[in-house]
């Protein structure tokens, strides 16, 4: 079975700082790995995936994402938090083998302080 | 069409009526997803289509909940005898196919509220 965990609801941060956003997944197989991002009053948008190769890849807006087999983690990462960075955050995970379908994680509510 | 387009985007409904949900995918996209966003709360997968077959339908919540995909095109959601539970936004998205690491592209949604 596929499952995608998102442990923070909430990250706060301030301008300026790094930002991690934590991912979890557990699939039977080797994983498609996701990012979606939901700004207030828009719908989904893609920020990144994992596939193979390098381990830390590289998607929009700045962001960049690290995919650790050991540990079964796909961590969302930026640098330099901007406030428009502000936004709900999805990890999701696909099974390289078997099911087609996409699971997403319970999101979580990055807020960026001025 | 240019992106996938949801109608309607909103609802209001009084408990026990049925409402439609439709969904128009990317032109070419055979993959089709449906998913459920409760209030403050994350994506709830509901059904795959692949063509116009659903493989998974493993996360309708009830027998009142059924969808239909024709032409390997429009998708529309069926919620029977509507309960005020059934409140959320329902997000449809569609790739180029269900395999793979394909993208999915959203809707804006389709927000139902039930009286």
């Known amino acids: 079975a596929q499952s995608v965990a998102q442990p923070e609801d909430q990250v706060n941060v301030a301008e300026g700082n790094p930002l991690t956003v934590k991912c979890t997944y557990s699939?039977?197989?080797?994983?498609?790995l996701f990012w979606y991002v939901q700004y207030p009053n828009r719908g989904l948008q893609f920020l990144l995936k994992y596939i193979t190769g390098d381990n830390l890849v590289k998607g929009s807006y700045g962001f960049e994402a690290e995919f650790n087999k050991s540990q079964t983690s796909f961590h969302l990462k930026k640098p330099s938090a901007l406030v428009s960075d502000s936004a709900l955050y999805f990890c999701a995970v696909r099974d390289q083998t078997g099911a087609n379908n996409l699971f997403f994680g319970t999101g979580t509510r990055l807020t960026v302080i001025p | 069409g240019a992106g996938v387009s949801q109608s309607p985007s909103n609802k209001v409904t009084e408990k026990g009526k049925d409402v439609e949900l439709r969904c128009d995918p990317i032109s070419g996209h055979t993959a089709l997803y449906w998913y459920r966003q409760r209030l403050g709360q994350g994506l709830e997968f509901l059904i795959y289509?692949?063509?116009?077959?659903?493989?998974?339908k493993s996360g309708l919540p009830s027998d009142r909940f059924s969808a239909e995909r024709t032409g390997e095109s429009v998708s529309t959601l069926t919620i029977q005898r509507t309960q005020q539970e059934d409140s959320a936004v329902y997000l449809c998205?569609?790739?180029?196919?269900?395999?793979?690491?394909?993208?999915?592209?959203f809707g804006a949604g389709s927000r139902l509220t039930v009286l």
């Open positions: 998205a569609s790739s180029p196919n269900a395999a793979g690491a394909n993208v999915l592209t």
């Open positions: 699939v039977s197989g080797n994983p498609y």
């Open positions: 289509f692949q063509g116009n077959s659903a493989p998974d």
